[in-house]
C-alpha cells in the first residue's frame, strides 16, 4: 500500500499553499494526461495549460498565481524543484544490494570502502579505490588505480580508463567512457603519428553524466568536470577540457580540447565549442550553435558561428525578408531608369 | 555449395520480368564492382548508372524501365524491396543456437520463453522475462523487469535499465542503451536538482535501433518508439518523447524531452527537435536541420531553425546572390547621387 | 625514479637546437601551468604565449623561432611532432600482461598469435584470429570469425560483429562498435523491411577509433577505414562507406552511406556528409558544417550546406551587413522619392 497524504500537510512541508480542498488526500504523482483523482499532476510548463485543465489529477502542482478554476492546486514557489522533492517522498530511490558479486574479478590492492555494491562481471583492475556506499553495476570495467567517491553510482557497462577519478554522489550512466585517449596526433609529411595522452580525467563531486558519453584524458594535464556540472546523453568532451561548477550539457553536445568553461555555463542540444576557447562564466550556447571564438560572462549565443542571441534573431529576420529586400532594390532600379530617361529627355 | 536460380525464376518469383535471357544462371548477390558472371548485381541509385554499364554482372536488379543495352536486366517495380527479398533467399538469416550460456547471470523469477538464447557474460537481473526465440548478446545487461518480446535479438552489450519494456521482432544493437535516466534537473539559486526520472522506456513491435544509440526514461510518464520504427547508430531519444509508428531517425539525430512525432516521420542525418514540440505525421527535417516549432503533418522541412524545404532553398539562393545585391545598391547611389548634383544644378 | 636528460642531449636526439643553457637538467614533461624546474614544457600553439612567458618550466619546447627571453628553448622544426616523441620517452607505454584471462570465454578453432593478452569476461567468438601481441580488453566481444593483427590494441567493452577485420597497430577504445548492421530499409506503403547487410567492416593497418564510436557494416561490399586514418570518439561511418588513408575524423563527426571519401581528407567536429558522394583527397570539412555535393580533391569547404571557405566568410560578412544594406535601400527610397516630387513639380 502506498503512503498517502493531505493536500494541506503536503503544502506546509514544501513551503506552498493550497487553492482548494487541504483535506484531499494524495497517493501518487502521475502526468497530467494519466493522473486520478488521488494523484497530484505537475504543471511547470504553460505549453501544457489545456492538460492541465483537462485533467483528471486530485490536485495540480503548479507556479503560485497559476488559476485553474475548479481545481485543487498547490502552489508553491518553484514547482520544478518542488517536484523533485515530491518525488523523491512518494518514490525513494531503489534500494542498494551491498555486496561484491562473486562474479566480479578484483585486482591486487583494491580498496573497498563499507556497503559497497559491485555487480557481476564486473572489473576492478588493480589499486581501484571505491568509496563508502559506492555502487558498480554488473560488467563496469574500473581501470587500474580509479578512484570511486562515497554514494557514486556508476551503471552497467561504464568504462573507467586507468586512473580516473570520479567524486562523491556521481551519477555515471551506462556506456560512459572516461579516461580515453584525447585525439592528439602530430600530422608530418600527411602521415598521423599518436601523442601519447597521459593526464587523467577528474569528474569532481555531485556530477550526472547520460548514457553513451565520452570524456577523454588529458595529454598532460587533467580534463575536468566540475562539481555539480549535469551532462547528457551522447556528449563529447575532449582532451585538456576544463569544465566549471554546475554547468549543463544537452544531449549530443560536445567541446574540443583545450576549452576552458566557467561556472554555471549551458550548452544547448548538439550544440560545440571549438578548441582553445574561454568561455565565461554563466554563458548560454543555444541549440544547434557552434562557438568559434572566446565569450565574455553572461552571453547567450546562438548560430554558426555563435553570435549574441539578438544578432542571430534580426540576422535570421532579414534573412526572410531578403527577396522582399531584393524587390524593392528592382523596383528602385526601375524607377531610377525612368527619371535618369526624363531627365535626359529635358 | 550455393543454390542456383534461373534468373527467369527470379522473376517469376519476385514479381518481375527480365530483360534478356531468362536462362542467365544467378548464384549469388554482389555490388556492382564486385559481382561475377554468376552474380545478380542491383541498380536502386541513378548514380551508379557508368558502373551498371561496367559491371561483370550476369544480370542487373533494377527498376522498370532501366535501359542497359547488352544486359541481363532483372526489372522490378521496387528494386530496393526485392533486393531486400532476394537478399534473404541467397543469405538466410545467421542459425541461432538456443541456450543459456553456463557463464551468464540470471538473477530470481527470470521467465525464459521457448528457444531463448543468451551469451556468455549476460546479466538478467529478477524478474526479467524473455519472449520465444529472444537471443540476449554476450555481456548485454537486462535490469529488473526487463520484458523481451518474441523473436527479439538484443546484440551485445545493450543495456537494458529496470522496467524496460521491448516489443516483439526488434533489433536493438551493440552498445544501445534503454532506460537511462532523463536529464530532468531543478536549477535553484544555480544549484542543479535532480528529479527522479520514474517512467519507463517502451520501445514497441519491430522497431530496430542502431549501434549506441540511447533512449532515456521518462520523468513520469513513458519515452514510446512506435511500432516499426527504424532508428540509426548514435542517435538519441530523450525523456518523455513519443514517436509514432513507421518512422526514420538517421544517424547522430535527436529529440529533445517531451516532443510528440507523427506517424512515419523522418529525421535524417544529424538533424534534431527542440522539446515540447508536436511534429505531424509524415513530416521530413533533411539533414543537419533543428526544428525549433510545431511541423503540421506533411511538412518537408531545412535549416536551422528549420523552414519549409522550399523556403531554404530560396534563402540559399538570395544568399549567394547576396554580394551581387550589394553591388546594385551601391551603384543605385552613384547614379542616384549624380542625379541629384544634376537637378541641383538645374 | 624517473630518467634524467640534458636539454643538449634531448635536443641531439630531436634534431633541434638549444636557445639558452644546454646543461639543464630534463626529467619530466608538463603543461605551461604544471611544469617545475626540472621539468620540460611545451608551446605548439600561440594562444598559450602569457603562459608560456610566466611557467616555471626548466625548458620549453617550441618552434624554431620563437622568442622567450630568459627561458631555455628547445627549438625544432616540427614541435608537435617531437613532443609526441619526448612524451615516448619519458612515458613508454603500459607494460603489457600477456595471457588470457581464465575468466575469457573463447569459442572453438579461435587462432591465437604470441604473447596475445586478453582481459577477464571478454568473449572471443568461433573462428576469430587474434595477431601476436594483440590485446583485449576486459569484457569486449569478437563475434565470430573476428580477425584482429599484430599489436592492435581493442579497449575494454569494444564490440566487433561478426567478419569485423582489424588490421595491425590499431587502437579501438572503449565502447566502439564495429560492424553493426547498416541502416538499410526498403520503403513500401509506408512500411520498412530490412535489407539484409551482408558486407563487413575491414580496418585498415594504423587505425585509431574513439570511444562509443560506430562503424557499420556494408550491404553486400565492406565499409573500408583506410591505413593510418584516426577517428575521434562519438563518430558514426554508415555503410559502405570507404575512408582512404591518412584521414581525420574529429568527435561527433559522420559519414552518410556508400560515400567515398579519398586521402587524407578531414572532418572536423560534429561535421557530416551526405550519402553517396565522393570526397576527393586532401579535402577539409570545416567544424559544424555539411557537405551535401561531391568535392573537387584539396577542397576547403565549411557551412550547411558546405561551400567554398572563402565563399562562406563572405556570405558572414554579408549577413552581417545586412541590416546596413536594408538601411541604405531605404535611405534611396526616400531620395528617389524626393526627386519623383520635384521632378513631377517641376
Same mark, same amino acid.
Request: hydrophobic share 45%; proline share 5%; net charge neutral.
Given at each position: 500500500?502506498?503512503?498517502?497524504?493531505?493536500?494541506?500537510?503536503?503544502?506546509?512541508?514544501?513551503?506552498?499553499?493550497?487553492?482548494?480542498?487541504?483535506?484531499?488526500?494524495?497517493?501518487?504523482?502521475?502526468?497530467?494526461?494519466?493522473?486520478?483523482?488521488?494523484?497530484?499532476?505537475?504543471?511547470?510548463?504553460?505549453?501544457?495549460?489545456?492538460?492541465?485543465?483537462?485533467?483528471?489529477?486530485?490536485?495540480?502542482?503548479?507556479?503560485?498565481?497559476?488559476?485553474?478554476?475548479?481545481?485543487?492546486?498547490?502552489?508553491?514557489?518553484?514547482?520544478?524543484?518542488?517536484?523533485?522533492?515530491?518525488?523523491?517522498?512518494?518514490?525513494?530511490?531503489?534500494?542498494?544490494?551491498?555486496?561484491?558479486?562473486?562474479?566480479?574479478?578484483?585486482?591486487?590492492?583494491?580498496?573497498?570502502?563499507?556497503?559497497?555494491?559491485?555487480?557481476?562481471? !564486473? *572489473?576492478?583492475?588493480?589499486?581501484?579505490?571505491? #568509496?563508502? +556506499?559506492?555502487? %558498480?553495476? &554488473? =560488467?563496469? $570495467? /574500473? @581501470?587500474?588505480?580509479?578512484?570511486?567517491?562515497?554514494?557514486?553510482?556508476?551503471?552497467?557497462? !561504464? *568504462?573507467?580508463?586507468?586512473?580516473?577519478?570520479? #567524486?562523491? +554522489?556521481?551519477? %555515471?550512466? &551506462? =556506456?560512459? $567512457? /572516461? @579516461?580515453?585517449?584525447?585525439?592528439?596526433?602530430?600530422?608530418?609529411?600527411?602521415?598521423?603519428?599518436? *601523442?601519447?595522452?597521459?593526464?587523467?580525467?577528474?569528474?569532481?563531486?555531485?556530477?550526472?553524466?547520460?548514457?553513451?558519453?565520452?570524456?577523454?584524458?588529458?595529454?598532460?594535464?587533467?580534463?575536468?568536470?566540475?562539481?555539480?556540472?549535469?551532462?547528457?546523453?551522447?556528449?563529447?568532451?575532449?582532451?585538456?577540457?576544463?569544465?566549471?561548477?554546475?554547468?549543463?550539457?544537452?544531449?549530443?553536445?560536445?567541446?574540443?580540447?583545450?576549452?576552458?568553461?566557467?561556472?554555471?555555463?549551458?550548452?544547448?542540444?548538439?550544440?560545440?565549442?571549438?578548441?582553445?576557447?574561454?568561455?565565461?562564466?554563466?554563458?548560454?550556447?543555444?541549440?544547434?550553435?557552434?562557438?568559434?571564438?572566446?565569450?565574455?560572462?553572461?552571453?547567450?549565443?546562438?548560430?554558426?558561428?555563435?553570435?549574441?542571441?539578438?544578432?542571430?534573431?534580426?540576422?535570421?529576420?532579414?534573412?526572410?525578408?531578403?527577396?522582399?529586400?531584393?524587390?524593392?532594390?528592382?523596383?528602385?532600379?526601375?524607377?531610377?531608369?525612368?527619371?535618369?530617361?526624363?531627365?535626359?529627355?529635358?
Amino acid at each position: 500500500m502506498r503512503d498517502e497524504y493531505r493536500l494541506g500537510d503536503l503544502a506546509a512541508r514544501f513551503g506552498g499553499r493550497v487553492v482548494g480542498d487541504p483535506e484531499c488526500k494524495i497517493r501518487g504523482v502521475a502526468t497530467l494526461e494519466e493522473a486520478g483523482p488521488e494523484d497530484l499532476a505537475f504543471l511547470t510548463n504553460p505549453r501544457y495549460r489545456d492538460a492541465a485543465e483537462a485533467t483528471r489529477a486530485g490536485a495540480v502542482l503548479a507556479a503560485a498565481g497559476t488559476r485553474l478554476p475548479g481545481r485543487n492546486v498547490l502552489e508553491v514557489p518553484e514547482p520544478y524543484a518542488a517536484l523533485a522533492e515530491i518525488l523523491e517522498l512518494f518514490h525513494p530511490p531503489p534500494s542498494r544490494r551491498p555486496g561484491v558479486s562473486p562474479l566480479a574479478f578484483l585486482g591486487e590492492r583494491v580498496g573497498l570502502g563499507d556497503d559497497v555494491q559491485v555487480g557481476p562481471f !564486473a *572489473v576492478l583492475g588493480d589499486s581501484v579505490r571505491l #568509496g563508502h +556506499r559506492a555502487t %558498480i553495476g &554488473a =560488467g563496469a $570495467v /574500473l @581501470g587500474e588505480g580509479a578512484d570511486v567517491g562515497d554514494d557514486t553510482w556508476i551503471h552497467p557497462r !561504464a *568504462v573507467l580508463y586507468p586512473g580516473t577519478k570520479v #567524486g562523491a +554522489r556521481c551519477v %555515471i550512466h &551506462a =556506456g560512459v $567512457v /572516461l @579516461g580515453g585517449d584525447g585525439f592528439g596526433f602530430a600530422t608530418s609529411k600527411g602521415r598521423h603519428r599518436k *601523442v601519447p595522452q597521459l593526464g587523467r580525467v577528474v569528474i569532481e563531486d555531485d556530477v550526472e553524466i547520460g548514457a553513451n558519453s565520452a570524456v577523454d584524458r588529458g595529454t598532460l594535464g587533467d580534463t575536468v568536470v566540475g562539481r555539480g556540472t549535469k551532462i547528457d546523453d551522447l556528449v563529447m568532451v575532449a582532451h585538456g577540457v576544463r569544465i566549471g561548477p554546475d554547468g549543463l550539457m544537452a544531449g549530443q553536445s560536445g567541446i574540443a580540447g583545450s576549452t576552458r568553461v566557467g561556472r554555471g555555463v549551458t550548452f544547448a542540444g548538439q550544440s560545440g565549442a571549438a578548441g582553445h576557447l574561454a568561455i565565461g562564466d554563466g554563458a548560454v550556447v543555444a541549440a544547434k550553435s557552434a562557438v568559434f571564438a572566446d565569450l565574455p560572462a553572461g552571453s547567450f549565443v546562438a548560430g554558426i558561428p555563435a553570435v549574441a542571441h539578438m544578432s542571430w534573431k534580426r540576422a535570421q529576420a532579414v534573412l526572410r525578408a531578403l527577396p522582399e529586400l531584393r524587390a524593392r532594390v528592382r523596383a528602385l532600379e526601375a524607377r531610377l531608369a525612368a527619371l535618369e530617361r526624363q531627365e535626359k529627355g529635358d
